[in-house]
T-cell receptor
């Protein structure tokens, strides 16, 4: 069965600093990966997705992620974060029946 | 911009009571999903509808949970009786279809349930 591991439950960072949120997946078949953001008391919003092609994927709000097949990773990065980026971030993999399997989430806390 | 609507946004109930949540997907979306998100965890799929038919309810606790989408548009998720462990955020999502790797799911704001 496919699964997703987000190693960090919380990542504190200062405003304008770079950030990386880690995601590792387990899959024996073709991989389709997603990052979602959830602001407090709101639903999930798609940040970016990897389906095929270039391993560097650019998303909304200045985020990008790199698919690394050899390391089974799909880490999310942003070169300079803002206070408004404070939120919960979820990595997800789509299984063979097109169902999303989510990780446990990483809370990004941006401090001034 | 079209959005998934959910109500109520917050619900507090006592254990053994019945609760119901409503979801109105984006117009024209054939597939509707109900997820449960326990605090500190990622969303977990409870049930998936394709039009009015259930295509996946393998994780739905059927002894107390029920879901329907009678006309293939809006949907209701019910819990009866509610238990303390049901306290969670219940998210609804919709997508144009249930097939394809590029089938993006759009999420509603959720209903936060607290069972006392």
């Amino acid at each position: 069965a496919q699964s997703v591991t987000q190693l960090d439950s919380q990542v504190p960072v200062f405003e304008e600093a770079p950030v990386e949120l880690r995601c590792n997946y387990s899959s024996s078949v073709s991989v389709y990966l997603f990052w979602y953001v959830q602001y407090p008391n709101q639903g999930l919003q798609l940040l970016l997705k990897y389906l095929s092609g270039s391993t560097l994927v650019k998303g909304i709000n200045g985020f990008e992620a790199e698919f690394n097949k050899s390391q089974t990773s799909f880490h999310l990065r942003k070169p300079s974060v803002h206070i408004s980026d404070t939120a919960e971030y979820f990595c997800a993999v789509m299984d063979s029946s097109y169902k999303l399997i989510f990780g446990s989430g990483t809370r990004l806390l941006v401090r001034p | 911009e079209a959005e998934v609507a959910q109500s109520p946004r917050y619900k507090i109930t006592e254990k053994s009571q019945a609760v119901a949540f409503w979801c109105d997907p984006i117009s024209g979306h054939a597939t509707l999903y109900w997820y449960r998100q326990i605090l500190g965890q990622g969303p977990e799929l409870l049930v998936q509808f394709q039009d009015e038919s259930v295509v996946d309810d393998s994780q739905l606790p059927k002894d107390r949970f029920s879901a329907e989408r009678l006309k293939g548009v809006d949907s209701t998720l019910k819990i009866q009786p509610a238990e303390l462990g049901d306290s969670a955020m219940y998210l609804c999502a919709s997508s144009p279809s249930g097939q394809g790797w590029d089938n993006e799911q759009f999420f509603g704001p959720g209903t936060r349930l607290t069972v006392l």
